[in-house]
């Protein structure tokens, strides 16, 4: 269970510091692009999706639905 814990708490590190990459680069996007309205709305969804994935917890609805 112990490993389990720590393989928890690297994902979620991991995922904190992809999603602090991407944020930094919304603002480079910001600054330097011309029109950056679609590039910003892809990395929002991608920074969404991570979210809802991992710190929502939402693959554990699929997990349990084949459990039962």
């Known amino acids: 269970m112990e490993d389990r814990k720590r393989a928890e708490i690297r994902r ?3 995922v904190g510091a992809v999603l602090a990459v991407l ?3 919304e603002f480079w996007i910001a600054l330097n692009l011309d029109n950056p309205t679609v590039a910003l709305l892809i990395v929002a969804l991608i920074k969404a999706a991570l979210i809802v994935q991992y710190f929502m917890h939402i693959y554990r609805l699929r997990r ?3 459990h039962s």
């Open 23 to 25: 944020t930094v680069l």
């Open 64 to 66: 349990e639905e084949e």
């Open 12 to 14: 979620n590190i991991i």
